[in-house]
């Protein structure tokens, strides 16, 4: 009867200790994590309808909420984190219909997702800034 080789203690997967972080890792990553803050800033906005189809009252302590400091960066992260989960979402549909698979576009167009999504954020608040003024 033949022995079998005594198996060699390795881990079963690989994890991040082995890879170096990279740029269409992070983007993965960041793709997750906006389309959950989306969940939440979403929460937001239902309590906002909410609060302009109950009373006028409640629209104004809501829209005061939303209107102050700390009201507008939560507006300015979740546009910009629509924005960028909307540009992620098109670099994935570009992918699934087999282009920008190569390592050269895979890097281009993972940085035009971040390039795009702070430009266009940016320049979203600039025209609601102009628009308001």
């Known amino acids: 009867m033949s022995q079998t080789p005594r198996s060699i203690d390795r881990p079963l997967s690989p994890h991040l200790q082995i890879y170096r972080p990279m740029l269409t890792m992070m983007m993965s990553i960041v793709h997750r994590i906006t389309g959950v803050a989306l969940y939440f800033g979403t929460l937001l906005l239902v309590l906002w309808l909410v609060a302009a189809a109950t009373s006028p009252e409640a629209y104004r302590l809501a829209s005061a909420i939303s209107g102050s400091f700390l009201g507008l960066v939560v507006l300015f992260g979740y546009s910009w984190t629509l924005i960028h989960h909307t540009l992620g979402g098109i670099r ?40 308001k003024s």
Not at 117 to 125: E, Y
């Open 92 to 131: 994935h549909f570009i992918w699934d219909t087999g282009h920008g698979l190569g390592p050269e576009w895979r890097e281009v167009m993972a940085k035009a997702t971040i390039g795009g999504s702070v430009a266009l954020t940016v320049l979203l608040w600039v025209v609601i800034w102009i628009v």
